[in-house]
């Protein structure tokens, strides 16, 4: 017997129907002798809807009671669940965070899991009962509810499933699992088997919204292994674990991934002394935004530029900062750049094959795209691009990593075009 810990996101519990198709799955896997965790998201759009509530009544809704708000969406979910479950003949239990045992830091709307205190739970698989566990949500050691930032959910599952010890963390969604490039976008994409903790690490780090970062990075942390399956039918999904394979025998490039979420900034002129980086990058630290790539010219004139990408939705929180700090470095001006985005090629098998970011720069510039700035790691190259040449960056190296799906694949599943419209309604 084994344990099996099931997320369901928003889009698969959108009405009545759905939640009940996700109920038999989850009544068929205890009925075949699992123990089953299931981990709710809010039905539909349900967090959005919360969301504009809040600001409809407050211009800046304060975090905590934000958390307190968000988190009925999920608590609905759960409820309706283990009706669900209960009216098909099956035993079933819904907890909210709390009763899961799930405690977190006080950071409201971005907490992070501490611990979880799972005996609860266990208990109740014990007593022959399906778990329905509200995601997104925990709470503090003082009793306060807290929420773990926009889709939070995944890392709930996993982390349930890394205390549980469960042998599988499947994340169900509209999406078949996790794919060479997003279809929307690259019609030939297809959709991979496997991928190593590391890879996925990358892709969802480089914007790909399959799978939360923090959740990959517990599925690591933990070595869970995680299927990212769609809820819609019963096609095998991505397998996210440790495989570890010769790197030579790896995918050069596995995935090419875009994330246009992120502005540009520049602060021109600053003086070139010892200490600049530190002193801006600690200012902007304090303010708990995100900063990402960044490039330092070489100094001319004692002067450099420097640039680095943030999320745009956290320009708010930098720019009084970049006001301040042009200010006291004595730095020309700072300009903000929301046009741009980030391509990325991930693959394992980069590490054993020289020249491979030569050649993403060669065919960007064979298809005339021009890069901005470029970021690396040891099986990632990430460049920026002008906003306007997304598709072109990322259909012209899917082809030439030879990521394009052949025509047999397309015969036998779904073809790019139907998924792309699944997609694209699903969301
Ligand atoms: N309901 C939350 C959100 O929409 C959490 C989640 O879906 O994982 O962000
Ligand atoms: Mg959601």
Known sequence: MSIIVCKFGGTSLANPERVLRAARRLVDYRQAGHEVVAVVSAMGKTTDDLVALAEAVSPKPPLREMDMLLATGEQQSMAVMAMAIQGLGQRAVSMTGRQAGIITTAAYSKAQIDQIKCERVTDALAKDEIVIVAGFQGVTRKGDITTLGRGGSDTTAVALAAALHADLCEIYSDVDGVYTADPRKVPRAHKLERLSYKEMLEIAAAGSGVLALRAVEFARRYQ??????????????????????????????????????????????????????????????????????????????????????????????????????????????????????????????????????????????????????????????????????IERALTSLHTAFGLDADEEYEETQLTAAELAAKAQKGR
Not at 253 to 260: H, R
Not at 301 to 329: N, R
């Open 224 to 389: 869970v292994p995680v299927s990212c399956r769609s809820a819609f039918n019963d096609n095998p999904g991505t397998i996210i674990s440790a495989y570890k394979e010769d790197p030579m025998e790896q995918a050069v490039v596995s995935s090419v991934t875009y994330d246009n979420s992120e502005a540009k900034i520049t602060i021109r002129d600053v003086p070139d002394n010892v200490g600049i980086a530190a002193q801006v990058f600690s200012a902007i630290a304090k303010v708990g935004a995100n900063v990402d790539m960044i490039v330092q010219n070489v100094s001319e004139d004692g002067h450099t530029d420097m640039s680095f990408t943030t999320p745009i939705k956290e320009l708010d929180l930098i720019e009084p900062v970049l006001k301040a700090q042009v200010k006291a470095l004595g730095a020309r001006e700072y300009g903000i750049d929301r046009d741009i985005a980030k391509i990325s090629i991930i693959g394992a098998g980069m590490k054993a094959n020289p020249g491979v970011a030569a050649k993403m720069f060669k065919v960007l510039a064979d298809n005339g795209v021009n890069i901005g700035m470029i970021s690396t790691s040891a099986i990632r190259v990430s460049v920026t691009v002008r906003s306007e040449n």
